[in-house]
Antibody, heavy 118, light 107 residues
Framework: QVQLQESGPGLVKPSETLSLTCSVS??????????WSWIRQPPGKGLEWIGY???????YYNPSLKSRVTISVDTSKDQFSLRLSSVTAADTAIYYC??????????WGQGTLVTVSS | DIQMTQSPSSLPASVGDRITITCRAS??????LSWYQQKPGKAPKLLIH???SLQSGVPSRFSGSGSGTDFTLTISSLQPEDFATYYC?????????FGQGTKVEVK
């Protein structure tokens, strides 16, 4: 079965760039029909979709974050990555990676807390 | 963007209760609606996709219904492990959007 695992720094300074990687096991980021997604959840709040990388190579980002987000894929390592630039305290959140089947998100990674603070 | 609105935001309940959570979309999303359960410190877990399809391994006390703009999640007999927060989510269009969540708590 497919499993996802996030990794990256847990602390980022304001104005810097947040970088996270999601490693996929039991499957491939090149598998047809899947959208490899990032979702975040500020502490105690709801879920916000950040964007996805489609297996064909296209990307789509939430318009609310579009100017600051890049999602890329390394097919040789079966990993996909998130970069969020110019972070502020409002970007403090648990960041999840997930596979979007087109109907739902499944599976999810366990999530990683990223705190923006000097 | 399609707005997803859940009600209620909080639902006090007891073990054995039948509970229903409602999710309304700001425009028709056909049946592109999923439900997730989230427990503290854990990632959301898929319960139902395509409005009413039960994910493998999810107990049959969970059920979903609806199409278009109005959807419901029902738990037929609430179990102790069901106290959690539930989210709906639409996959009809991008950006993907979630409801604000419904916390099922002990009455």
């Amino acid at each position: 079965q497919v499993q996802l695992q996030e990794s990256g720094p847990g602390l980022v300074k304001p104005s810097e760039t947040l970088s996270l990687t999601c490693s996929v096991s039991g499957g491939s980021v090149s598998s047809a029909g899947y959208y490899w997604s990032w979702i975040r959840q500020p502490p105690g709040k709801g879920l916000e979709w950040i964007g996805y990388f489609y297996y064909s190579g296209s990307t789509y980002y939430n318009p609310s974050l579009k100017s600051r987000v890049t999602i890329s894929v390394d097919t040789s390592k079966d990993q996909f990555s998130l970069r969020l630039s110019s972070v502020t305290a409002a970007d403090t959140a648990i960041y999840y990676c997930a596979r979007d089947t087109g109907n739902c998100f499944d599976p999810w990674g366990q999530g990683t807390l990223v705190t923006v603070s000097s | 963007d399609i707005q997803m609105t859940q009600s209620p935001s909080s639902l006090p309940a007891s073990v054995g209760d039948r509970i229903t959570i409602t999710c309304r979309a700001s425009q028709s999303i056909s049946r592109y609606l999923s439900w997730y359960q989230q427990k503290p410190g854990k990632a959301p877990k898929l319960l139902i996709h395509t409005a009413s399809s039960l994910q493998s391994g999810v107990p049959s006390r969970f059920s979903g219904s609806g199409s278009g703009t109005d959807f419901t999640l029902t738990i037929s007999s609430l179990q102790p492990e069901d106290f959690a927060t539930y989210y709906c989510q639409q996959s009809y269009s991008t950006p993907r959007t979630f409801g604000q969540g419904t916390k099922v708590e002990v009455k």
